[in-house]
Antibody
């Protein structure tokens, strides 16, 4: 059974940093691209970032480019999102999602975690 | 980036009725790379449809997808009580991937 378990969400002040993690199990992690998708309270879904199976291809939404860094450790079956210079508008539930492809730029998401909540407020 | 516009915003229907949800893209979606997801309150999104018309594993056949180019439709032939939720379309043929704003299907 595929499982994606996010962690690391917290209440942080604007301008501070946070690192999210996603632990994957139930599939061959290094065969697939992985993504972060967020959902602000009461709002829709927004793709944040994606990374290919071997970290060779990475993409970011314009809203987070230059502030967020996605990475993965295939030996640990884990996905990460380093979030710097956080803003109030980054407040959201952050989901980890598995791609159906190994590349990060043309697949859909067949499994999602339950999300970890990031709140940016003073 | 491709903007996806879903309509209507809310659909009020009774169990047993047919639901028709629309997703319109601001430009043609490459190779019909269009997916639909269902999200219930407090839950993560669940994949329903990919490639505009292919059902994901375990999805009942009352869910069907159609369309190409810029116009796509999700149809639920007969609504079951567990189908009431918010539905999102997503295009994955162009970077960045984008989602529609969602259609809520609520019990009338």
């Amino acid at each position: 059974e595929v499982q994606l378990v996010e962690s690391g969400g917290d209440l942080v002040q604007p301008g501070r940093s946070l690192r999210l993690s996603c632990a994957a199990s139930g599939f061959t992690f290094d065969d697939y691209a992985m993504h972060w998708v967020r959902q602000a309270p009461g709002k829709g879904l927004e793709w944040v970032s994606g990374i290919s199976w071997n970290s060779g291809s990475i993409g970011y939404a314009d809203s987070v480019k230059g502030r967020f860094t996605i990475s993965r450790d295939n030996a640990k079956n884990s996905l990460y999102l380093q979030m710097n210079s956080l803003r109030a508008e980054d407040t959201a539930l952050y989901y980890c999602a598995k791609d159906i492809n190994y590349g990060e730029n043309d697949g859909y998401f067949d499994y999602w975690g339950q999300g970890t909540l990031v709140t940016v407020s003073s | 980036e491709i903007v996806l516009t879903q309509s209507p915003g809310t659909l009020s229907l009774s169990p047993g009725e047919r639901a028709t949800l629309s997703c319109r893209a601001s430009q043609s979606v490459r190779s019909s790379y269009l997916a639909w997801y269902q999200q219930k309150p407090g839950q993560a999104p669940r994949l329903l449809i990919y490639g505009a018309s292919s059902r994901a594993t375990g999805i009942p056949d009352r869910f069907s997808g159609s369309g190409s180019g810029t116009d796509f439709t999700l149809t639920i032939s007969r609504l079951e009580p567990e189908d009431f939720a918010v539905f999102y379309c997503q295009q994955y043929g162009n970077s960045p991937r984008t989602f529609g704003q969602g259609t809520k299907v609520e019990i009338k």
